[in-house]
């Protein structure tokens, strides 16, 4: 063998959103928390991201997981995600997939047919509760750290586009929310790219224009996803349903219905007092994925009121997998091509809205 390192690998998706979860090989990352931990693999060991996520071994759509030790005494393992462009603190539908992978490949033991574990995460602890039958995991809960609001109805002035109202929450992430059908959009799949690139452009304004310093966090990023809201149904039943579909930089969909993304939405709405604490709500993605939501209980992050959203979903292992490097490879840390890194042939609207963006830079 000549791999200069192995990652033992475990691809998992959540609603079709693909996770690499990383369960050996990483070796030592020093740090007390799975923050300090972030920061490290952030500021040292940032190839190991790149090389799972850029080509040749990755792709755009991929997310990775890196399962740690964690000094936390109610916690039984840690995590660290990575994005291709970031590494948020939170994520949805990586929690979902690490806790999948961690339970049916039996590195944490599975308990039939309800699964409790606390997780660690760079936010914070992750409380999990896992149904489970004939060994498969069939749902996963997870207990997000405190969802809220940082604006409401905020104007932001877009290049091409005129002011556009945004709200603006933390959902794990900080979110640039827009009703879709304001500019035209119905959240379908052949809306795929403009939704990605007119997503884009707004968010990179609301980003300039808008603060989003979490109370509590300094550190915590600011605002670094879009997330287009479709309207919000209530079925004969009484449960309330929506479809969104998220823009992860640097310009491409989240094919799951976004677990923090349905966290940011639930802040929104209690905000606005179209949901209360204790109700359902059912998020769809672009694909017709599904999340089951609610707000657990109400409390607040430095004075701010918040929630505490809980989510479900589902995932499932695909491939299990040892990434290397050859020490000839030319490419240790991989490469990211505009073709589909954030860049395809717009449609008109788009094309005008990106020109029109690029005439306005300084």
């Given at each position: 063998?000549?791999?200069?390192?192995?990652?033992n690998v475990?691809?998992v998706?959540?609603g079709g959103?693909?996770?690499?979860v990383?369960?050996?090989?990483l070796?030592?990352?020093?740090?007390?928390?799975m923050?300090?931990k972030?920061a490290y693999?952030?500021?040292h060991?940032?190839?190991?991201?790149l090389?799972?996520?850029q080509?040749?071994?990755g792709?755009?759509?991929?997310?990775?997981?890196?399962v740690l030790p964690?000094?936390?005494?109610?916690?039984q393992?840690?995590y660290?995600i990575?994005?291709?462009t970031e590494y948020p603190v939170?994520?949805?539908?990586n929690t979902?997939c690490v806790?999948?992978?961690?339970?049916e490949t039996g590195?944490?033991?599975?308990v039939?047919?309800?699964?409790?574990?606390?997780?660690?995460s760079?936010?914070?602890?992750i409380?999990?509760e896992?149904?489970?039958?004939d060994?498969?995991v069939?749902?996963?809960?997870?207990?997000?750290?405190?969802?809220?609001?940082?604006h409401l109805?905020?104007?932001?002035?877009?290049p091409?586009?005129?002011t556009?109202?945004?709200?603006v929450?933390?959902g794990?992430?900080a979110?640039?929310?827009?009703?879709?059908?304001?500019?035209?959009f119905?959240?379908t799949?052949?809306?795929g790219?403009?939704?990605?690139v007119?997503?884009e452009?707004?968010?990179?304004a609301?980003?300039?224009?808008?603060d989003?310093?979490h109370?509590?966090?300094?550190d915590f990023p600011?605002?670094?996803n879009f997330?287009?809201?479709g309207?919000?149904?209530?079925g004969?039943d009484?449960?309330l349903?929506a479809?969104?579909a998220?823009?992860v930089?640097p310009g491409r969909?989240?094919r799951s219905?976004?677990?923090?993304?349905?966290s940011?939405?639930?802040a929104?709405?209690?905000?606005?007092g179209e949901i209360g604490a204790g109700?359902d709500?059912?998020h769809?993605?672009?694909?017709?994925?599904r999340?089951?939501?609610?707000?657990?209980?109400l409390t607040?992050?430095?004075?701010v009121p918040?929630?505490v959203p809980?989510v479900?979903?589902?995932a499932?292992?695909?491939q299990?997998c040892?990434?290397?490097?050859d020490p000839?490879?030319?490419?240790p840390?991989?490469y990211?091509?505009?073709d589909?890194w954030?860049a395809?042939p717009?449609?008109?609207?788009a094309?005008r809205?990106?020109?029109?963006?690029?005439?306005a830079?300084?």
């Amino acid at each position: 063998m000549r791999w200069s390192q192995v990652l033992n690998v475990v691809d998992v998706h959540c609603g079709g959103e693909n996770a690499r979860v990383v369960t050996g090989g990483l070796g030592d990352v020093p740090g007390e928390t799975m923050l300090d931990k972030r920061a490290y693999l952030t500021e040292h060991r940032d190839e190991l991201r790149l090389r799972l996520l850029q080509e040749p071994r990755g792709n755009v759509i991929n997310s990775a997981d890196f399962v740690l030790p964690t000094r936390h005494p109610e916690a039984q393992l840690g995590y660290v995600i990575a994005e291709s462009t970031e590494y948020p603190v939170m994520s949805g539908s990586n929690t979902i997939c690490v806790t999948t992978a961690l339970l049916e490949t039996g590195m944490l033991p599975m308990v039939e047919p309800v699964t409790h574990l606390t997780l660690e995460s760079a936010a914070g602890l992750i409380r999990v509760e896992c149904t489970c039958a004939d060994g498969k995991v069939t749902s996963v809960r997870f207990t997000n750290q405190p969802a809220f609001v940082y604006h409401l109805a905020a104007p932001v002035e877009v290049p091409g586009l005129g002011t556009v109202t945004v709200d603006v929450a933390w959902g794990g992430m900080a979110y640039v929310l827009l009703d879709a059908a304001l500019l035209g959009f119905g959240i379908t799949p052949d809306e795929g790219r403009d939704l990605c690139v007119v997503g884009e452009v707004i968010k990179l304004a609301a980003a300039e224009q808008l603060d989003a310093v979490h109370p509590e966090n300094p550190d915590f990023p600011g605002i670094t996803n879009f997330e287009w809201t479709g309207p919000v149904s209530r079925g004969a039943d009484g449960l309330l349903t929506a479809a969104n579909a998220v823009v992860v930089s640097p310009g491409r969909l989240d094919r799951s219905p976004c677990g923090t993304g349905t966290s940011a939405r639930l802040a929104v709405m209690h905000a606005r007092g179209e949901i209360g604490a204790g109700e359902d709500f059912v998020h769809t993605s672009i694909i017709g994925s599904r999340f089951d939501s609610r707000i657990e209980s109400l409390t607040s992050v430095g004075g701010v009121p918040a929630v505490v959203p809980s989510v479900a979903g589902q995932a499932w292992i695909t491939q299990l997998c040892q990434v290397g490097v050859d020490p000839t490879d030319p490419f240790p840390a991989g490469y990211a091509l505009a073709d589909t890194w954030g860049a395809a042939p717009p449609s008109p609207l788009a094309a005008r809205l990106v020109a029109a963006a690029e005439r306005a830079r300084p």
